[in-house]
């Protein structure tokens, strides 16, 4: 499904394929160090039908993904369904941000399956109609 549409006036943000250590898991192995997890987000974003002009106009991606580094940083994660909601409550914390779809994958968590994990999507309630 489509995140841009000009008729909502959306801009689809992405950032693909994030791949950072985290500290997630419910096993006592996972608690003792970090394995891989592979992040996506998709935004719906609000766009004024023009090109932007500067940087403060647009969400930054780069300001984006150093926050969801410091997540991660911050300590260990039970569940890849409670980390996906926490990135979406970071994006969403920009009121430009409409909708946040959040992929998070861990690619080590079992043997000859490339990553297991969970895409969530949420709607920002002070924007949402």
């Known amino acids: 499904m489509p995140i ?3 008729r909502k006036g959306l801009r689809h943000l992405l950032v693909h394929d994030l791949v950072l250590p985290a500290r997630i898991g419910i096993h006592s ?4 160090t970090d394995q891989r997890v592979r992040i996506s987000l998709d935004l ?5 039908g023009r ?3 500067a940087l403060a106009e647009v969400v930054d991606y780069e300001a984006l993904t150093k926050r969801v580094r410091g997540l991660l940083g911050a300590g260990h994660v039970e569940l890849v369904e409670q980390l996906a909601d926490r ?3 970071l994006c969403l914390e920009d009121p430009r941000v ?3 779809r959040v992929r998070v994958e ?3 968590a079992l043997a000859n399956v490339a990553a297991v994990g969970v895409e969530i999507e949420r709607l920002n309630p002070r924007t949402s109609p």
Do not use: W
């Not at 719906?44 to 004024?48: F, R």
């Open 44 to 48: 719906g974003v609000v766009d004024s």
């Open 29 to 32: 192995h996972e608690h003792q």
């Open 51 to 53: 090109a932007p002009a």
């Open 4 to 6: 841009a549409d000009a």
């Open 87 to 89: 990135i979406a409550r």
């Open 106 to 108: 861990k690619l080590d």
């Open 98 to 100: 409409r909708s946040a």
